[in-house]
């Protein structure tokens, strides 16, 4: 038996090419489009694999449609990512819950296994490049071959490059491996991916097909330890160029959990069938507030997901965070697509795309065309709340190529629906100023919030962690927190700002609120605030309240920029939702009060456990 601990990865795939059942070699999308069908456009294939005891379990169904391939998980559990998916199998420092610890075994036993499974199947593998060349990992992805979805939507996401033709240099120092029946065998059904990082390279084990945590998530955990060693950070953003109607151009950086308006940051707003903008229903009294705008601001797309904010570890000098996309692929949700003619754009791309993409918890049949409205169902009655689809970058239109500086930098929390006679946190206005140190707060807690559709854990105001990425990074939170302080230190001309979708107290506004905010802000330009047009908040963790806001001329209703101002929303209940944020944010907060975290860091959190004021926050940064 081959030690398999002494393999590198270039040699890990030599054994496998010799002592595998087969092993295809893919070079491109199409060669996987093919391998996911089984070379089959006709029929539903089903990905199943033989377990121990007889059973034959699928794990996946997939067609071939017009537009690419379309694939859906008859567990429903497996359409949405378990934030618990991932455990660490090495000794490096680390705050996750080690495999050993969550087990009660070293991964060594399993790994052995794994390879012991995978030289009896008929395997595929290609190599790709996480992150951009010069910024990131060489990589190879080894698959079941009748897992070619999964392998299609890797590729789709990191870029698939010729075996035949590797760049000059070439040397694959991460792997992902892909194994699926183990998540029965090994784990009770649960998505379970396992990260190895090693002196000089880094291997994954995924042990799910739901692409989520393991093809997405899990080479972002690789970015953010590559970063950690060479002190830069992988952002969980999407990024835009805003070009207002006067031919200006200011950059968005929109952060946030799961949920939190990423993809949506780049959407053109959604506009009712009389042309207006509909800027939120009140839940209570049913009045709608509508705004006429006629021509939005040209958007150009930078990151959707993933931004190297890459320094080579040295000062940012301009003061904006430098920043370019870590993807060749989107990993966009369309729950939010309920009928034809909701989002033109997005709907002509998926329907006609120039190449094939990947359609997930889409109901398609084979040699149909998948339509992102046609959402997979739960239950009765019940779509599921992850739709996705898969798009190579290059497909957008007015996509801008190459890196940017950052103008904005916004955060983006779910909220629910807050009213006197149901309190909640729902208390955050349509846009509120931050302080560079109270945006590294909201960072480092960076909560979930409201309904989250993208994760199986939705219930109650939980927090995704540090930056938002915390979920994907393998090792310690002081680590993020220091180099997310850093970065705050050196992009003082950054303006930050909080945005909140769903709901703005007792009004329902969908992701209405940041698509406004980006439609001003962009149009305001670098201009600055006067003292007479903002006011801190009531909740100082808020920032600063805008006292009015005006857009081509008309001003916006001020309950929507103060919730304190709605009729439906007491000052009591205000208040109350006041404390469920200052509450969770202490409790969030105490973990990172550690022996390494910075000294300029510790006093900005004991600003917060000391209820500070805005002020306060100011005078830290």
């Not at 649960?190 to 190895?196: D, G, N, P």
């Not at 965070?321 to 791309?349: C, N, P, Q, S």
Request: proline share 6%.
């Amino acid at each position: 038996m081959v030690e398999l601990e002494t393999l590198t990865v270039a040699q890990r795939i030599d054994w496998l090419k010799e002592n595998a059942k087969s092993l295809t070699v893919a070079s491109s999308t199409k060669e996987l489009v093919e391998l996911a069908v089984n070379g089959d456009r006709s029929k539903i294939q089903q990905v199943a694999y033989e377990l121990p005891d007889g059973r034959n379990y699928v794990e996946a169904e997939v067609v071939r449609v017009k537009n690419g391939i379309a694939a859906n998980y008859p567990d429903v559990y497996l359409r949405r990512r378990d934030p618990n998916s991932m455990v660490i199998a090495d000794d490096f420092p680390t705050d996750k819950v080690r495999f050993s610890d969550r087990f009660g075994y070293r991964f060594d036993s399993l790994k052995q296994e794994t390879f012991d499974w995978m030289k009896e199947q008929d395997l595929a593998m290609f190599y790709f490049r996480a992150g951009q060349p010069g910024i990131g990992y060489d990589g190879v992805a080894i698959i079941p071959a009748n897992a070619g979805f999964f392998g299609l939507g890797l590729a789709l996401l990191q870029g698939i490059l010729d075996a035949n033709n590797l760049p000059e240099g070439f040397e694959p120092k991460v792997a992902i491996y892909v194994a699926p029946p183990f998540r029965h065998t090994h784990f009770e059904g649960k998505q379970v991916v396992v990260h190895e990082r090693q002196e000089n390279q880094y291997e994954m084990f995924s042990y799910n097909l739901y692409p989520g945590p393991s093809a997405k998530k899990g080479v972002y955990g690789m970015l953010i330890h590559l970063g950690n060693i060479e002190k830069w950070i992988t952002a969980h953003c999407a990024t835009v160029r805003v070009i207002t109607p006067y031919d200006n151009v200011v950059t968005f950086m929109h952060e946030g959990a799961s949920g939190g308006g990423k993809s949506e940051i780049l959407q053109q707003p959604h506009r009712q069938a009389d042309g207006r903008l509909l800027l939120g229903e009140n839940v209570v009294a049913k009045k709608r507030f509508k705004l006429e705008l006629p021509r939005t601001c040209d958007l150009e797309p930078v990151t959707d997901d993933m931004a190297l904010c890459y320094t080579n570890g040295k000062p940012v000098n301009n003061g904006r965070i430098h920043l370019m996309d870590a993807e060749d692929g989107w990993f966009v949700r369309v729950d939010h697509l309920k009928h034809y003619g909701t989002d033109v754009t997005l709907e002509r791309l998926s329907a006609q795309p120039e190449k094939p993409l990947l359609f997930l918890n889409i109901d398609a049949v084979a040699g149909s065309t998948a339509m992102l409205w046609d959402h997979k169902m739960d239950g009765p009655e019940k779509p599921c709340p992850n739709p996705r689809v898969i798009i190579p970058r290059d497909l957008f239109p007015g996509v801008y190529k190459g890196a940017v500086d950052v103008d904005i930098r916004s955060m983006g929390i779910r909220t629910p629906p807050c009213t006197t006679e149901n309190p909640t946190y729902g208390i955050v206005g349509l846009m509120h100023l931050l302080p560079p140190a109270l945006a590294w707060l909201w960072r480092l807690v960076a909560p979930r919030g409201h309904a989250n559709p993208s994760i199986t854990d939705t219930i109650g105001l939980t927090s995704e962690g540090v930056g938002s990425f915390w979920p994907f990074a393998t090792g310690k939170r002081v680590t993020q927190a220091n180099l997310l302080l850093d970065q705050f230190l050196q992009t003082k001309k950054v303006r930050n700002i909080l945005l909140p979708n769903q709901h703005i107290g007792a009004y329902k506004t969908g992701f209405m609120p940041q698509w406004i905010a980006r439609e001003f802000l962009a149009r305001k330009g670098s201009a600055r605030f006067n003292e007479d047009q903002i006011s801190e908040s009531r909740c100082s963790l808020l920032g600063y309240n805008l006292n009015s806001m005006r857009i081509e001329g008309k001003y916006l209703p001020k309950e929507l920029l103060n919730v304190a101002l709605q009729e439906e929303v007491s000052l009591e209940a205000y208040d109350i939702g006041a404390n469920i944020l200052n509450d969770f944010f202490k409790s969030e907060l105490e973990q990172f009060l550690v022996d390494d975290l910075n000294p300029l860091g510790r006093q900005i959190i004991e600003c917060c456990m000391m209820d500070g004021k805005v002020k306060d926050y100011e005078s830290l940064i």
